[in-house]
């Protein structure tokens, strides 16, 4: 009949009402099931501490300003030393400069030392004005630095963009 259950090591039937009962009793009941999936809290390992990170974090954006041409400038740093993160998305917008070698570069640590990992140089009347440096997922679990170096005087003082994505590990 619907509604009715056999439960372990009994023979008679019971009712939904004493099987929630039963489990509530139970070491490995709902109260264990519930300490899973809670963990130690929103920072744990539990289930509910790992499944609130898949949203990622919120967007990152900015711009900033540099002298370009004189020398290599920092753009942004993304990530956190010894911390895994999944760096989905870095957009980087070049249309305020006028340089036909803009040159971007990434940098992150490489067995405790840090070392250049990527290296495009573009063109800012040729070339799109946003660039989509990272399309996909990279994991990184050290800071990757941004630079950007422009051979042209008319784009120092000028503003870069940028838009990011990265989600906790």
Same mark, same amino acid.
């Given at each position: 009949?619907?509604?009715?259950?056999?439960?372990?090591?009994? *023979? =008679?039937? *019971?009712?939904?009402?004493?099987?929630? =009962?039963?489990?509530?009793?139970? @070491?490995?009941? /709902?109260?264990?099931?519930?300490?899973?999936?809670?963990?130690?809290? $929103? *920072?744990?390992?539990?289930?509910?501490?790992?499944?609130?990170?898949?949203?990622?974090? %919120?967007?990152?954006?900015?711009?900033?300003?540099?002298?370009?041409?004189? %020398?290599?400038?920092?753009?942004?740093?993304?990530?956190?030393?010894?911390?895994?993160?999944?760096?989905? @998305?870095?957009?980087?917008?070049?249309? $305020? /400069? %006028?340089?036909?070698?803009?040159?971007?570069?990434?940098?992150?640590?490489?067995?405790?030392?840090?070392?250049?990992?990527?290296?495009?140089?573009f063109d800012a009347a040729a070339d799109p004005a946003g660039?989509?440096?990272?399309?996909?997922?990279? %994991?990184?679990?050290? *800071?990757?630095?941004?630079?950007?170096?422009?051979?042209?005087? $008319?784009?120092?003082?000028?503003?870069?963009?940028?838009?990011?994505?990265l989600e906790a590990m």
């Open positions: 009949m619907p509604g009715e259950f056999f439960i372990e090591g009994q *023979t =008679e039937k *019971t009712d939904l009402a004493r099987v929630i =009962e039963t489990v509530m009793n139970e @070491s490995y009941g /709902l109260e264990a099931l519930k300490g899973l999936v809670e963990g130690l809290g $929103a *920072t744990s390992n539990g289930i509910a501490g790992q499944t609130a990170k898949l949203g990622g974090l %919120a967007p990152g954006t900015g711009s900033i300003v540099g002298d370009w041409e004189t %020398a290599e400038n920092d753009l942004i740093t993304l990530g956190a030393e010894g911390v895994a993160f999944k760096l989905h @998305s870095l957009l980087v917008s070049i249309h $305020a /400069l %006028a340089g036909t070698a803009v040159t971007l570069r990434l940098y992150t640590k490489v067995n405790g030392v840090e070392r250049k990992v990527y290296e495009q140089v660039l989509w440096i990272v399309n996909g997922t990279v %994991a990184i679990h050290e *800071t990757l630095l941004v630079t950007l170096q422009s051979d042209d005087p $008319a784009d120092n003082g000028q503003w870069i963009d940028y838009d990011y994505l």
